[in-house]
């Protein structure tokens, strides 16, 4: 664990030191769970969303995009369920003054039961050296059948009081794990209470005439409201998907885990509407391809698992998290739920409007079903910076610290470095800069020594380094370096776009899904 919160510790600093990310308002001392992206921030989580819009909406004929306001008619959230519902689960430790969310308090004490899973395969993989089978270790070990049992069991109880709003069970619960205040070690709990997470504002000018109005808690609701324009003038026949990323916000009880769990995010969605009955085969469908799409950046596959849920959200006949190894351990990334006909049926009774889908085939209209795929960006970056960051010990001793992104998503793709600030190097270094510019976002570096330079992009997560020296002069050749090998070859110049665009190119990346 502490190892664990060594390396969270890192990644926020590293975020930081190299232009990732910022508290927010920094110089009023930060705004909490409020983040900005600076320079390199901006470029990772632009690609990280380019590389999703790219996947879902122009690899899929009948995948569409839109971009709907963050404002929304406020009869939505009523339609949606949110006013109502969307809640979590409150309770305050009354010594040290803390606010936690009930259900986290219960997953967090499930995810240490897992964590002691973990001990006992490393240690048995230990013992039994080559011949160790995990999956037969994992099925068969009492000590460990007993903590799967133990917490698929409080799981289950959790989600039936939730689902009950039995939320006195879900303190006796916290009571009977004797759950302590994480900060200060105490058991002297509150009551559980509900929290409507939606923050509010007011539309116009004067008291009387303003309308209360709330900050989107996701772009989902943006896409159903839509639903009917977009399938008329898009002449769209089911199935078919529509997509949008953008801001979401929700004042969230806890957001104490850097950009995991902020108030303003941004979140990646589709939805796609299907034929009623189908729901099983499509969720079956987006749970897999959503996965490939994960594996696709080589970040290992074992740092993945899927998570079917207990408790159903009012909505949902079906969900699953695409849950990932964050520093503090296995947290969902994404969501897929089988939403049925939950939300264009509200939507027609609140509107009045008929929002069905005329299906010649079966010649008769009805209410789609929708299968929806949600992925936070913000936590996406978390995955993909937190688990590049890496330091290395090197043949001579030393170590360095690298940022190993997958290239496709490195927000510098190549530094042109002049081994010396004289005799025309940085000029011909400029020239290459010009050049490769139209193609990668390309940096220039004249300052120290190339040794340095090279670490300074490493850290940076870049992942070429070009070197122009005296020869260069000669021949028009050039070292490019790999981050991640520092292996370094001598090419020509006009071969560098080519030797680039091979590792960065999305078609590559993708094609592995
Ligand atoms: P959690 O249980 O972690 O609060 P959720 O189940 O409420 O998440 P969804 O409503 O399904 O999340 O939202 C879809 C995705 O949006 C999540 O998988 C997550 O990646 C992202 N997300 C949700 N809340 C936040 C937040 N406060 N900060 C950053 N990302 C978020």
Request: proline share 3%.
């Amino acid at each position: 664990m502490a190892k664990n919160d060594d390396q969270f510790k890192k990644v926020i600093s590293h975020a930081k030191e190299y232009g990732y990310v910022f508290q927010s308002s920094e110089i009023y001392d930060g705004l909490s769970a409020v983040y900005d992206y600076a320079q390199n921030g901006v470029e990772l989580k632009k690609n990280i969303r380019d590389y999703w819009w790219k996947a879902m909406v122009q690899m899929n004929e009948n995948i569409v995009g839109i971009d709907a306001a963050i404002f929304m008619h406020p009869t939505t959230w009523k339609a949606s369920g949110h006013v109502d519902a969307f809640n979590d689960p409150l309770i305050d430790n009354k010594d040290s003054k803390k606010r936690y969310r009930a259900d986290v308090l219960i997953e967090d004490y499930v995810g240490k039961l897992d964590t002691k899973i973990e001990k006992e395969v490393a240690k048995a993989a230990k013992r039994f050296g080559d011949a160790f089978d995990k999956a037969q270790f994992l099925a068969t070990n009492p000590r460990v059948l007993q903590y799967k049992e133990k917490g698929a069991a409080i799981l289950k109880r959790m989600g039936q009081s939730l689902e009950k709003e039995d939320l006195a069970d879900v303190k006796a619960l916290i009571e009977e794990l004797g759950i302590a205040c994480p900060e200060s070690g105490s058991k002297n709990w509150t009551d559980v209470k509900q929290f409507n997470l939606m923050f509010g504002t007011k539309l116009g000018a004067s008291a009387d005439s303003a309308m209360d109005l709330y900050l989107r808690p996701e772009t989902a609701q943006g896409i159903f409201v839509n639903f009917l324009n977009v399938q008329k003038t898009g002449r769209l026949k089911i199935p078919f998907g529509i997509a949008q990323t953008g801001k979401a916000f929700r004042n969230e009880i806890v957001a104490r885990q850097f950009i995991f769990r902020m108030r303003e995010f941004e979140q990646m969605e589709m939805q796609f509407f299907i034929k009623p009955g189908t729901q099983q085969e499509w969720y079956e469908h987006w749970k897999e391809a959503r996965m490939k799409w994960h594996l696709s950046l080589g970040m290992g596959e074992d740092n993945y698992r899927f998570h079917d849920h207990e408790k159903l959200a009012h909505y949902a006949d079906a969900a699953a998290d695409i849950e990932f190894r964050f520093p503090f351990g296995f947290k969902e990334l994404e969501g897929i739920h089988s939403r049925t006909d939950f939300d264009l049926s509200q939507h027609e009774e609140f509107s009045g409007k008929k929002l069905q889908y005329f299906d010649h085939e079966e010649n008769k209209s009805y209410v789609p079903y929708v299968l929806e795929t949600s992925i936070g960006l913000d936590r996406m970056f978390l995955a993909v910076f937190s688990n590049s960051l890496k330091e290395e010990e090197l043949e001579n001793g030393t170590t360095r610290v690298v940022l190993k992104l997958p290239a496709v998503l490195a927000p510098t793709k190549a530094a042109v470095l002049p081994l010396v600030k004289k005799d025309g190097l940085p000029e011909v270094a400029r020239k290459i800069v010009d050049d490769l510019k139209w193609d990668f976002n390309v940096a220039y570096d004249e300052k120290d020594a190339v040794g340095r330079r090279y670490r300074r992009q490493d850290a940076a997560g870049t992942p070429f380094c070009i070197t122009v020296d005296h020869d260069t002069l000669e021949d028009n050749s050039v070292t490019i370096r790999h981050r991640d090998t520092m292996e370094q070859k001598r090419v020509k110049i006009e071969e560098l776009r080519a030797i680039i665009k091979q590792e960065v190119d999305m078609r590559s990346w993708l094609m592995k899904m």
